[in-house]
């Protein structure tokens, strides 16, 4: 039992080629060895670049510049005039910014005691127990003094502690800001890739101070142009600036760049892509001043705008040695594998398969005469 153990443990496999005449498994094999091929040159090669390594953790950094100037006559703060200073938070420009196109404003209000807005629910009342005195208003604008008051003549609410008036809230049907769709966006951006040490600006480069003065992007005729006008971003989304100035909204901007540094490196171009993230959108601001009698007073500002997010994303890929040689290693199993499932389909599926298994596996012994000469 133990020599048997020792001659099984001993022996040599070598392999065997034996030539098939059986069409549909040739063609089975040719049709995998296809598969093979075009995975890797198509797929590896042309689509995934599987000879490069690749960087996609870019680095970067943006600036932006919102500029356009607007004349408001209404929204209860009078005749103003609206420059780049005014409709654009924050001014120092950065990768998130919001413009103003909307506004209720509330001016001259001062603190003091008044009724609370109507509009509040929790401040209607019909008797001063209903103002407990010290509660403030939840969803209003101010404290309850313990008094009910008449707000108009039809009307009755709590007297708050607050700053008086209380706040406007009627928006304007249509956006006070209706020019700034034609304001312009100007965003700069440098992307840095560290693994390959290569970096790209968005901006193209020229020695025509006035080239981006008079610039406007598009993605066909002028796509080097980092110029963007607000009407045009709006509708990249779908939506109409009419509509979205009204109550403000978010629009997401991506920058996507994709680089092939085996290649020149002007071919490195980032591609523009804009989403609307929200139908509204709006805070409150104030301005404060001084009477000529030292009383606090402040203008209240409720701003409707559009918020623009700017993210940019990328990657950068360069022939390396290391994938180029995995990727080709892939091939070549794959083309193997083809030969593993042909031999399978041969040995256990077709209709001759008992015939193709005794000529593939074979037991081979060293001639009689030369086993006894050797004994």
Known sequence: MADGWCDGLLDYKTAKFALTRNRRVGLL????????????????????KGYQDTDRAPRAAVVTKLKGTAVTGAGGAGRRLWDSADHTRPPQGENVLFLVTNFIATA??????????PSVLEAACAE??????????????GIKTGKCVMFNT?????EIYGWCPVENDTLPRKALLAEAENFTLFIKHTVHFTKFNFSKCNTLQTNDSTYFKNCTY?????????????????????????????????IGVRIEWDCDLDRPAAQCQPQYSFSLQDRRYNFRTASYYWDSQRRL??????????RFDISVHGQAGKFSIIPAAVSFGTGI????????????VLLYLDAKADVYWKEKFEEAKPPKGKTEAAA
Request: hydrophobic share 40%.
């Open 29 to 48: 094999h040719r049709l995998l060895q296809l598969g093979a091929l075009g995975y890797l040159l198509g797929w590896v090669l042309l689509v995934r």
């Open 108 to 117: 001259e209000q001062s603190q003091g005691t008044c009724p609370e807005s």
């Open 128 to 141: 001063d127990a209903d103002c407990p005195v010290g509660d403030p208003v939840l969803r209003g604008n």
């Open 154 to 158: 039809s009307h009755s609410t709590c």
């Open 218 to 250: 598009d993605p066909f005729f002028n796509p080097s142009c980092p110029v963007f006008r607000v009407r045009d971003m709006v509708e990249a989304t779908g939506e109409t600036f009419a509509d979205l100035a009204v109550l403000g909204g978010s």
């Open 297 to 306: 007073y402040r203008t209240l500002l409720k701003l409707y705008g559009i």
């Open 333 to 344: 199993a794959l083309f193997g594998a083809a030969t593993v499932v042909c031999d399978l």
